[in-house]
């Protein structure tokens, strides 16, 4: 096992009726902006409950944050922050509406001349400090809620991108799962596979003598298979929503990835496709995710081979054999929840999709993966035979 240090300052508040917890764990002298996104809360009773919970309080709020959240909207928000000398930001929301908060918190503290996306995306300037923030999560999928990452994008130059620092942990993350009843099935899904990505990327590598971590992660893996099929057939299903919703937080909270190599191509292509095609997160993934084991089949063999037997239960000594099996359980298993797996699903064309990839990972001299082996032609034949 490699060297680790671990910190996550999020406490954790989960369970049904969560929400009116917020008066415990804010204190009353905040001015706070409570950030949305398009409205999904108006209709689920959720914004009800938060502004219920936060009687007396001094709130503002700011609505419109997009799916992807795009950076001009996000600075509207900045505007107000500044303007209005807000103190806390609350997120309530999915993924999106907590990571583009984070964006906000860390904008919020930026006074330079730069541009804010140019500073801290393209440059990765450090994010040495933003304003609290904390989460009504409503959308179990990205992790955010208990990691210090979030992806922004940036309309005007079809970029999107990730940072990840210290002051953007979430100081509390609300996790009621009751608030997921009200998901369209679509957005289920693209959680649903965008949580078994983010397990592939942290235990799908090469072995470095971590079995608790590997169990973990193949814990998450057995998990959301058999909760998934539940949760689509009976979408009011608590407990089948709860394990869902656990299984996304740990999924991404860093735990599985202590000590172990990452990987992390298939959400490096995954956002070039949301970038220039504007389709779903999760949608990206499940494109990219089987051609991606594929084309690394090798290297990854004893992974997926073991993968292949204790999540699938697959019967086959040969690990090359078992990991082509393993690789098609996956495909099978995201087209069972309804999830395609195709460029022309989406009436892409695979050979300008890998041609523009190719092009923008060769500018930016991009090598991806747990070696570095997938440069710009990987990417480009990876995404040719999406
Ligand atoms: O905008 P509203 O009206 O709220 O509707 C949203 C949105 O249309 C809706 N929704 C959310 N909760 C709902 C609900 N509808 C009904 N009932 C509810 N309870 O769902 C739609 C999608 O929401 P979004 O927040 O975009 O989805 P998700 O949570 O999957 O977030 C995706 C974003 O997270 C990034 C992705 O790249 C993408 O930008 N990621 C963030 C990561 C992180 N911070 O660590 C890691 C991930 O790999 C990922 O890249
Ligand atoms: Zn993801």
New binding site residues.
């Given amino acids: 096992m490699n060297n680790f240090e671990f910190y996550c300052p999020t406490r954790i508040v989960f369970g049904k009726g969560t929400i009116a917890k917020l008066p415990e764990l804010i204190d009353k002298s905040k001015k706070i902006l409570i950030t ?6 108006k209709k ?1 009773g959720v914004y009800e409950q938060v502004k219920n919970a936060l009687e007396g309080y001094d709130v503002l709020e700011f609505g419109g944050i997009e ?3 795009k950076y001009e909207t996000l600075m509207k928000a900045v505007d107000i922050v500044k303007s209005e000398g807000i103190d806390f930001l609350l997120a309530v ?5 907590l ?1 583009g908060t984070k964006f906000i918190a860390a904008a919020s503290k930026y006074y330079g001349e730069k541009d804010a996306y140019d500073y801290f995306m393209i440059e990765q300037n450090p994010v040495t400090d933003a304003l609290p923030l904390a989460d009504v999560i ?2 179990p ?4 809620e208990m ?1 210090n ?3 922004i994008s940036r309309i005007s130059t079809d970029e999107k991108l990730a940072f990840q620092w210290e002051p953007l942990y979430p100081q509390f993350s609300i996790i009621d799962p009751q ?2 009843f ?3 099935v679509k ?1 289920t899904v ?2 649903i596979v ?1 949580t078994f990505v ?1 397990v592939m990327e942290q235990y799908c590598t090469y072995d470095v003598n971590s079995p608790l971590q590997d169990d973990w992660a193949l814990g998450i893996l057995r998990t959301l298979i058999k909760e998934a099929p539940k949760v689509i057939a009976n979408p009011d299903d608590y407990g089948a929503r709860a394990n869902v919703f656990w299984c996304a937080t740990c999924g ?1 909270n860093y735990w599985i990835s202590l000590g172990v190599p990452q990987d992390w191509a298939t ?1 490096m292509i995954g ?1 070039e496709l949301t970038a220039f095609y504007g389709i779903d ?2 949608q990206s993934l499940a494109i990219i995710e089987p051609r991606l084991l594929r084309n690394q089949k090798v290297s990854k063999s004893k992974k997926l081979a073991k993968l292949a037997r204790e999540v699938f239960g697959v019967n086959e000594p040969v690990d090359l054999k078992a990991a082509d099996i393993a690789v098609d359980k996956i495909e099978t298993f995201f087209n069972s929840l309804g999830m395609k797996t195709r460029l022309s699903d989406y009436d892409i064309n695979a050979e300008e999709a890998a041609q523009k990839i190719r092009g923008r990972f060769a500018k930016r001299g991009t090598a991806l993966g747990e070696k570095g082996a997938i440069d710009a032609e990987a990417a480009y034949d990876i995404v040719k035979a999406s």
């Fill in positions: 949305y996104g398009g409205g999904s809360i689920n799916p992807n959240p929301g999915g993924g999106s509406v990571d409503t959308l999928a990205t992790g955010s990691n990452g979030a992806v608030v997921t009200s998901l369209p957005q693209n959680g965008d983010h991404l959400h956002h997160h999760g």
